[in-house]
């Protein structure tokens, strides 16, 4: 089964700009089952971005610095840009990787310069891994074993990846991916929306026993998010992690990272690189004093693509 909802339609139209949340409902038992961010925004004024190796000694190895200017926004009327303009700062569309409450370096008539040594950079981080499902008839990349197994009462497909190690190393190492994300597709069929498959996919991480924390399975495929089915298990008669995660059939991009027991504190921890090639996004608010809302006015994106 397929379900599919476009809009805007004849009975969703938006009225304001801004953050909302798509929430869809099991209508028998009126509860929430899916919910999904999303943005409306007005292509008001204009955000030149560009982004450079840090400017600090020590950072120049492992982080990548955002430096932006907005111009037009003499159309809005802004009065004070410190307290109306509201700017998050995004790597790779992850909520959990943002710099927020950004404000200006310089102003003039025409121009809102945001030009800092350090304080809005990242961490370049590392290339995703990736795993091919899309066949369940063919291996696609990384995957180990294919087969059907019966859980519950229910023939289901098991796919094993190869064995992950990390490997920290000094030098970056360039692996074409999609910066955390996936894409459902099936190699044999026309229909990835209702002729997809899905499959249990068991990955296995080579490492030894991280005392206090936890390690999960992160990215799109988790929703960047720390789910309790994303958890790697630590066996001890093999020394090593593995976990589960029942997807649908497609190419997808997946990390492993370090996280306490509260899930708060995230940690990567397969490497930090100026070089990695990331997707940063930058959100622009307007919000004068006499509104009681946030208005999203400006949009940009941009790689880092150019400093590898």
Not at 101 to 125: A, H, M, R, T, V
Request: aromatic residues 14%.
């Amino acid at each position: 089964m397929h379900y599919e909802c476009v809009f805007p339609n004849e009975n969703i139209s938006f009225k304001k700009s801004g953050n909302y949340i798509i929430i869809i409902y099991d209508v028998e038992k009126n509860i929430p089952i899916i919910t999904k961010r999303f943005m409306v925004y007005e292509e008001i004024i204009d955000i030149n971005m560009t982004i450079k190796k840090a400017t600090l000694a020590r950072d120049i190895v492992n982080k990548q610095e955002i430096d932006f200017h907005i111009t037009g926004h003499k159309k809005l009327n802004i009065i004070d840009p410190h307290s109306e303009l509201k700017i998050i700062i995004q790597k790779n569309d992850d909520w959990n990787d943002i710099i927020s409450n950004c404000k200006p370096s310089f102003i003039n008539n025409n121009n809102i310069e945001y030009d800092y040594q350090g304080e809005i950079s990242f961490l370049g981080g590392s290339e995703y891994r990736d795993f091919d499902i899309k066949s369940l008839r063919y291996y696609g990349k990384n995957i180990q074993s294919i087969n059907k197994k019966n859980i519950q009462g229910v023939n289901i497909y098991n796919a094993q990846l190869f064995k992950d190690k990390i490997e920290y190393s000094e030098e970056y190492e360039f692996k074409y991916d999609l910066n955390g994300k996936y894409v459902l597709s099936v190699a044999e069929n026309r229909e990835a929306e209702v002729e997809g498959d899905y499959v249990l996919v068991k990955f296995i991480l080579d490492m030894e026993k991280i005392e206090n924390k936890d390690i999960y399975i992160y990215g799109e495929l988790t929703n960047w998010d720390i789910l309790k089915e994303s958890k790697m298990i630590y066996n001890e008669i093999t020394k090593n992690y593995y976990g589960s995660l029942f997807l649908k059939q497609g190419y997808y991009n997946y990390q492993y990272i370090l996280a306490h027991p509260n899930k708060n504190n995230l940690t990567r921890i397969e490497g930090e690189y100026h070089e990695t090639r990331n997707k940063y996004s930058i959100y622009t608010y307007y919000t004068p004093p006499w509104r009681d809302y946030d208005r999203l006015v400006g949009i940009a994106k941009s790689a880092s693509n150019a400093l590898n």
